[in-house]
């Protein structure tokens, strides 16, 4: 198995099975790092093939200034945020087209928490459904840094190096976001 130099520079030159090897070993990554920041599996696949689609154009440009891993999240982020603008404008005609069960059930989103007690599920998807709602009324930097750090598991620094940006900055970010969640969230989870 080549390192991830020799594997970029064997995508950089349109080598197909070096491309492929990138795939198996990242798509679970960019896969993960789609689905938390879209919330959407079907849209996740999607932009997971954008990403490789982008990569395998780029890698005759990357500078390896910093872990092929880095690189390749960063680009996963860059091309959900990318989708999420691109797709605003029709996120509310998805939302008229749900049943009103599905509406109380969060779109499919949400799942029984293998109790049979159905009040008990209905309180567990209530508490999912205004947790994600309430992570995705956050502004976009602090939505991204919290579902990097808390779904993806990434530590600060690891933020820090896929969004380009200082430590401090996303200790910062990440602090409001937990401030801004809790303030959301307070009065609701006293009830549930």
């Known amino acids: 198995m080549p390192d991830d130099q020799e594997l970029i520079r064997r995508i950089a030159q349109k080598d197909h099975l070096a491309f492929k090897m990138l795939v198996d070993l990242y798509q679970a990554l960019v896969l993960k790092t789609c689905c938390s920041l879209l919330n959407d599996r079907q849209n996740a696949e999607?932009?997971?093939?954008?990403?490789?689609?982008?990569?395998?154009?780029?890698?005759p440009v990357f500078r390896h200034d910093c872990r092929?891993?880095?690189?390749?999240?960063?680009?996963?982020?860059?091309?959900?945020?990318?989708?999420?603008?691109?797709?605003?404008?029709?996120?509310?005609?998805?939302?008229?087209s749900r049943t009103p069960e599905e509406e109380l059930r969060g779109g499919g989103a949400l799942r029984s928490s293998g109790e049979d007690n159905p009040e008990s599920v209905f309180r567990e998807n209530e508490r999912r459904r205004l947790i994600q709602?309430?992570?995705?009324?956050?502004?976009?930097?602090?939505?991204?840094m919290l579902l990097l750090h808390k779904f993806d598991g990434l530590s600060y620094q690891d933020i820090a190096e896929t969004l380009d940006t200082s430590l401090p900055a996303v200790e910062a970010c990440l602090h409001r976001a937990k401030a801004n969640l809790q303030k959301k969230l307070s009065r609701y989870l006293k009830n549930i």
Do not use: H
């Open 46 to 59: 999607d932009v997971t093939q954008d990403v490789f689609f982008q990569i395998y154009k780029s890698a």
């Open 68 to 96: 092929l891993s880095t690189w390749i999240r960063r680009i996963a982020i860059n091309r959900c945020l990318n989708f999420n603008r691109d797709n605003k404008k029709f996120r509310w005609l998805a939302s008229l």
């Open 133 to 144: 709602e309430a992570i995705a009324s956050l502004p976009q930097q602090q939505r991204t």
